[in-house]
């Protein structure tokens, strides 16, 4: 009868132990968090389980946890990961990072690794082959030649492809994606610029574009790997289980449209010195890029990655930025306004009427407040809306706090955009004119902004090279449909982020277009 009445009393107290030790640790980390706005840290799990929560509005959480803790906060993934962050949205830290102190905080192993088939390329190498491939991309994008070839292909895109297309669907009165027709223009305008061949994406019955949908999903598997333990994504990898699964079949489209380009190239013949695309500058130039293949030469890995980084670094910043600004243009009809007032000189000097109006980028290029609409867009929506860099030696920042040599900064640039202590308390308007100042003439110049509190474009050392390019289309684009056309969101649509690396708009941009009284017609 007491062996009977001991077992009971084990049986009671063994499942209530195990019930209340981690019941225990559970109610120590929420006093430890007494703010609710904060992400709790909970026992053997850390932040984990507040980031899946979270995961649909990641960025808005974000914004809204360093909006709480005054722009830094540190956060900690499962004691047994590499999961240790300081995110920073303080314009000093990010120039000390960034700048000051820049040789201290590289792009790192961690994130070659979570890139995969971009390791060794510029975007992800730090240190001296870094600076080799930035000498000699920079060399590429600043020839004439090249230059006056971009504008060619954005402005012939936009004539032939965008106006034409744009006018049928205004025609036909029938709402569409404009997300999905932005991101076929800019991949026609990035294969032309990197191959000198046009794919003919930008048509209103072409089926689904693998190579995009893979650059896609190499971006949103990137943005998972950021999110979770190495080991996790690792063995997700290797099981071939979870967003892992498809990212193997992704990463050999590219590669595969990637090899095709070149070797095509190459068997063909042509003088690499007729062209002046990308590719050709390569060919001509860099012997050491290919592989003695007997009859022909052969691409190396290398060199595939190269080409396949230029893809995504031409390719994926506008192709995401253009939607967002034709979003902000179409739900602020007072800034189209304005924008067409400061093209209205151009067209009559033209001497155009009853036309679509193609715009050059070489007379965009002094525009100021289309500028200050392109450059207000991306503030709101940048492109790339994390940056990562790892530590290599422990550091304090400017703002007192210390970062030591295991942890990870991440400065989130969408939430920096929506600080009332970089930007002023209507950081979360579409407001051009926060970029413009007049001078005692009545003159109106664009406003100086650091580009360590705009980190669109990045800041020091790893500024980026394309600026100049993705500015041009982007104004070119712009300026078209602005001029020709008045757009229309659907109502109701819903207008998300995208999980991914790159800031993409995850249910497309559905809008109705009607013409402009005069204008659009081809």
Request: proline content about 7%; glycine content about 6%.
């Amino acid at each position: 009868m007491q062996q009977m009445a001991l077992l009971s009393v084990e049986q009671l107290v063994l499942p209530s132990v195990v019930l209340l030790i981690p019941l225990y640790l559970y109610i120590k980390s929420r006093r430890s968090n007494n703010n609710p706005l904060l992400p709790t840290n909970w026992p053997i799990l850390g932040v984990l389980p507040s980031i899946a929560a979270n995961r649909h509005s990641f960025h808005d959480f974000v914004t809204s946890v360093l909006t709480t803790t005054k722009l830094n906060f540190r956060v900690r993934g499962p004691p047994w990961t590499n999961m240790r962050f300081f995110l920073t949205c303080d314009p000093e830290n990010v120039r000390h990072i960034f700048t000051t102190n820049f040789a201290n905080y590289p792009k790192g192993g961690d994130f070659a690794a979570v890139f995969g088939i971009l390791e060794g390329t510029i975007f992800t190498a730090d240190g001296e082959p870094w600076r080799r491939q930035r000498a000699r991309i920079h060399h590429v994008f600043t020839r004439p030649s090249f230059l006056a070839f971009m504008s060619c292909t954005c402005r012939d895109k936009v004539a032939h492809g965008l106006l034409p297309l744009l006018s049928r669907m205004a025609a036909a009165g029938a709402p569409f994606d404009m997300d999905d027709m932005l991101g076929r223009l800019v991949l026609d305008m990035t294969a032309t610029l990197v191959f000198g061949e046009d794919p003919l994406c930008l048509s209103a019955d072409k089926p689904a574009v693998p190579v995009a949908a893979a650059m896609d999903a190499v971006m949103e598997v990137a943005f998972f790997r950021h999110t979770v333990p190495t080991a996790c994504w690792k063995a997700m990898r290797r099981l071939g289980i979870g967003p892992e699964r498809n990212v193997a079949a992704a990463e050999a489209v590219l590669w595969d449209f990637v090899s095709e380009k070149i070797r095509r190239r190459i068997a063909a013949g042509v003088p690499a010195a007729v062209h002046v695309d990308i590719l050709s500058h390569y060919i001509d130039d860099d012997p050491d890029f290919f592989e003695d293949g007997g009859a022909a030469r052969e691409p190396t890995d290398f060199l595939l990655r190269t080409f396949i980084n230029f893809m995504v670094a031409l390719r994926d910043p506008v192709g995401a930025a253009l939607p967002w600004l034709v979003y902000s243009l179409a739900t602020h009809p007072r800034v189209v306004s304005t924008v067409r007032e400061e093209l209205a000189p151009i067209v009559a000097n033209d001497g155009r009427a009853m036309a679509a109006v193609v715009f050059e980028p070489e007379k965009l290029r002094g525009l100021v407040y289309l500028r200050a609409a392109v450059l207000e867009s991306l503030r709101l929506y940048p492109p790339g809306p994390i940056e990562r860099k790892a530590v290599v030696a422990d550091d304090v920042l400017p703002s007192g706090h210390a970062v030591c040599a295991v942890e990870t900064v991440l400065v989130p640039v969408y939430s920096m955009g929506r600080m009332e202590s970089v930007w002023g308390e209507d950081c979360r308007e579409y407001r051009p004119e926060r970029w413009i100042s007049t001078s005692e003439d009545g003159a109106c110049r664009l406003r100086f902004v650091p580009s360590y509190k705009f980190l669109s474009f990045n800041t020091g050392p790893r500024s980026c090279l394309g600026k100049g390019i993705a500015m041009a289309q982007m104004m070119t684009v712009a300026a078209a449909v602005a001029w020709n056309f008045d757009v229309e969101v659907v109502e109701g649509h819903a207008v998300e982020h995208k999980l991914s690396v790159v800031l993409q708009m995850k249910n497309g941009l559905m809008v109705k277009v009607k013409r402009r009284e005069g204008y659009g017609v081809i």
